[in-house]
T-cell receptor
């Protein structure tokens, strides 16, 4: 399974943009890049996903490098409610249904 | 629409006791998952089920058994609980194709003393 690498922790000021990086140098052509986040004392929740093109939704934007070996989750204007652990994972379009998470990035928002 | 429901929410067991954690979903999803999360750690996959009647081991299956009773329900059983199994357990569901999102329950906090 292709692996992802994320920083253990990041800090950002409230109301500023946040760029959360993820490296996935062994990604295959059929792997989707998914992002989830886990708020304190809750189960993870889906944020966004993409394959090759940049993606936007109401929660965030996903910027995917041209070679697909890295991606960045962008929170355009961080609020205190965005403090969470953010997970970047790869899901293959082929193979089994196994779904594994790494340790993620703990994002702290400074008021 | 309840989504993914886990029961119980909290449980304290004595070492050696057994129990079953229940997970039910009303989204008609094919795949279901059990994870554990130790304090300050990420999610580790215990078992998963790609469809009714099938189960597969994840990263940390030892000490656990699972049963996919039907499409809606996926249970996790601890036959002889150990303090090392103290953790928060999450159930998740997902449907194909592979670019679809997973939905998680709120977790079961289990303490083994």
């Amino acid at each position: 399974d292709a692996k992802t690498t994320q920083p253990n922790s990041m800090e950002s000021n409230e109301e500023e943009p946040v760029h959360l990086p993820c490296n996935h140098s062994t990604i295959s052509g059929t792997d989707y890049i998914h992002w989830y986040r886990q708020l304190p004392s809750q189960g993870p929740e889906y944020v966004i996903h993409g394959l090759t093109s940049n993606v936007n939704n109401r929660m965030a934007s996903l910027a995917i490098a041209e070679d697909r070996k890295s991606s960045t989750l962008i929170l355009h204007r961080a609020t205190l409610r965005d403090a969470a652990v953010y997970y970047c994972i790869l899901i293959s379009n082929f193979g089994n249904e196994k779904l594994t998470f790494g340790t993620g990035t703990r994002l702290t928002i400074i008021p | 629409n309840a989504g993914v429901t886990q029961t119980p929410k909290f449980q304290v067991l004595k070492t050696g006791q057994s129990m079953t954690l229940q997970c039910a979903q009303d989204m008609n999803h094919n795949s279901m998952y059990w994870y554990r999360q130790d304090p300050g750690m990420g999610l580790r996959l215990i078992y998963y089920s790609a469809s009714e009647g099938t189960t597969d081991k994840g990263e940390v299956p030892n000490g656990y058994n699972v049963s996919r009773l039907n499409k809606r329900e996926f249970s996790l059983r601890l036959e002889s609980a150990a303090p090392s199994q103290t953790s928060v357990y999450f159930c998740a569901t997902r449907t194909g194709p592979k670019n679809t999102e997973a939905f998680f329950g709120q977790g079961t906090r289990l303490t083994v003393v």
